[in-house]
């Protein structure tokens, strides 16, 4: 039998088909899954949150992916890490932001690592391949509205922390210069 984390990549691969990110670059989406589960293995992630970490985006944006199908193949404490991180989109965009930051301190150990594992791989994304529609202010207003969820997050290492303020700083000087605007 496969090891659930190879399950977990292969089913995040086949349901994330044909999907992209965001960025002018276009990368398949499964490279910000693959980078979100390296960064949870690297700051101690467990097997279940490092498979759960290719699972996250699964059922916000692969229809019909159901927290019931998670709970059936995965089991439940992954398919819970990630019902945990998962928006509803039946709300509208900016409810579902500001409830990220209103829910942020009740998320598990489990799903705050992921969630910060998270935004630390969005941010890169901004850096590396900003979105051709997302004006400097726009990436700015992302990075200030990550700060506010994962502010809110529970205890995290350390480590992880560090690697999140490092990787805001560099995408900050990155837009501030891209935009012209002089570093001060």
Known sequence: MQDMITRARSFAVERHQGQTRKGATKEPYTVHLEEVAALVAEFGGSREV?????????????????????????????????????DDKNLP?????????????????????????????NIRAIRNSPP???????????????????????????????????????TEAAILERIGHPMG
């Open 93 to 121: 965009k900016e409810e579902r932001k500001r409830l990220q930051i209103v829910n942020a301190p009740k998320k598990s150990a489990q799903a705050a690592l992921l969630k910060i594992c998270d935004k630390i791989s």
């Open 132 to 170: 051709e529609d997302w004006p400097g202010e726009r990436q700015l207003a992302y990075l200030a509205w990550a700060v506010s969820v994962v502010e809110n997050l529970p205890a995290l290492p350390d480590a992880v922390q560090a690697e999140f303020r490092a990787s805001l700083s560099a």
């Open 50 to 86: 490092i498979a759960a970490a290719w699972l996250h985006d699964t059922v916000e944006d692969c229809e019909p992916t159901s927290h019931e199908e998670i709970a059936a193949i995965f089991g439940d404490a992954i398919a819970s890490i990630v019902a945990e991180v998962t």
